[in-house]
């Protein structure tokens, strides 16, 4: 992000402020002063490659005053790393591994699950077809050209009917990129460094023409260009959504399978971190 945000920013934007984080002043990111008005993300969406900024629908914890963690100096860049460094299935696998406490790449790792027998019964049901085996990653669709835009800027739309959100804009060259660029740290409870998450969401952006439009305190909305069509093809991203967000399943449907049901012909996905 360059030193000076403010030269990058339309003249046009409605009344707004510039945002720092704990690790000093300098501007992450801008936020509109009050609900983004219709119409604009999808302006500033399109005018992305020209501009460099990304715009995000931002919504808050809570009704507090100080919206978090967006006016609430809860935004950390400097415990980010870089996305590029990381390779999707390598992190999609070992967080799958976590799930029954045997990570491969760790060397403090017991060589064998420490569930008990009830405990990995329970785990096989929950992640079945696959149990705690990583089934790989789902096979790339074939995304059209301008589709991914076309979905995101729907999904804008539909947001922004159902709940109010301010207007967010980050120097950055993709919505995976802008969340690492400003410092959220939303999946804390689940990963510290938000360059991880970056690198699975820009995989996604590759394989499904998913982009980031709304983020929350720990809450995130993509849109999809391409969804699964069948649930065969639904299962193995289930497994992907399930090792990059455990409580989709785990506090939410409670198998993989009834996850993967949701994800057929789903042109939105939701992801939350407890």
């Given at each position: 992000?360059?030193?000076?945000?403010?030269?990058?920013?339309?003249?046009?934007?409605?009344?707004?402020?510039?945002?720092?984080?704990?690790?000093?002043?300098?501007?992450?990111?801008?936020?509109?002063?009050?609900?983004?008005?219709?119409?604009?993300?999808?302006?500033?969406?399109?005018?992305?490659?020209?501009?460099?900024?990304?715009?995000?629908?931002?919504?808050?914890?809570?009704?507090?005053?100080?919206?978090?963690?967006?006016?609430?100096?809860?935004?950390?860049?400097?415990?980010?790393?870089?996305?590029?460094?990381?390779?999707?299935?390598?992190?999609?696998?070992?967080?799958?591994?976590?799930?029954?406490?045997?990570?491969?790449?760790?060397?403090?790792?017991?060589?064998?699950s420490p569930l008990?027998?009830?405990?990995?019964?329970?785990?096989?049901?929950?992640?079945?077809?696959?149990?705690?085996?990583?089934?790989?990653?789902?096979?790339?669709?074939?995304?059209?050209?301008?589709?991914?835009?076309?979905?995101?800027?729907?999904?804008?739309?539909?947001?922004?009917?159902?709940?109010?959100?301010?207007?967010?804009?980050?120097?950055?060259?993709?919505?995976?990129?802008?969340?690492?660029?400003c410092g959220w740290?939303?999946?804390?409870?689940?990963?510290?460094?938000?360059?991880?998450?970056?690198?699975?969401?820009?995989?996604?952006?590759?394989?499904?023409?998913?982009?980031?439009?709304?983020?929350?305190?720990?809450?995130?909305?993509?849109?999809?260009?391409?969804?699964?069509?069948?649930?065969?093809?639904?299962?193995?991203?289930?497994?992907?959504?399930?090792?990059?967000?455990?409580?989709?399943?785990?506090?939410?449907?409670?198998?993989?399978?009834?996850?993967?049901?949701?994800?057929?012909?789903?042109?939105?996905?939701?992801?939350?971190?407890?």
């Amino acid at each position: 992000m360059t030193s000076d945000l403010s030269r990058l920013l339309p003249a046009t934007l409605p009344p707004g402020r510039l945002v720092g984080g704990e690790d000093g002043p300098e501007p992450l990111l801008w936020i509109s002063d009050a609900p983004a008005p219709a119409g604009l993300w999808q302006q500033l969406h399109r005018a992305h490659p020209q501009s460099g900024l990304w715009p995000l629908l931002l919504v808050p914890l809570g009704d507090g005053a100080d919206y978090r963690p967006w006016l609430s100096g809860e935004l950390f860049p400097a415990s980010a790393s870089d996305p590029t460094l990381y390779d999707p299935d390598a992190l999609l696998r070992r967080w799958w591994q976590q799930l029954g406490g045997t990570d491969e790449d760790a060397p403090e790792s017991p060589p064998e699950s420490p569930l008990d027998a009830e405990e990995a019964a329970e785990l096989h049901a929950a992640l079945a077809p696959f149990g705690p085996a990583w089934p790989g990653t789902a096979p790339a669709a074939a995304v059209p050209d301008g589709a991914p835009g076309i979905e995101a800027r729907g999904l804008a739309d539909v947001l922004l009917s159902v709940r109010d959100a301010r207007l967010g804009l980050v120097e950055a060259g993709s919505g995976a990129e802008a969340l690492a660029a400003c410092g959220w740290s939303g999946p804390l409870n689940h990963e510290d460094d938000t360059a991880k998450i970056a690198a699975v969401l820009a995989d996604w952006e590759r394989r499904f023409g998913a982009q980031v439009v709304q983020v929350g305190f720990d809450t995130l909305e993509l849109s999809v260009a391409v969804p699964p069509a069948t649930l065969a093809e639904a299962l193995p991203l289930a497994a992907e959504h399930t090792a990059f967000c455990p409580d989709l399943v785990f506090q939410g449907t409670g198998t993989l399978t009834a996850y993967a049901e949701r994800l057929v012909a789903a042109h939105q996905w939701s992801f939350w971190w407890d």
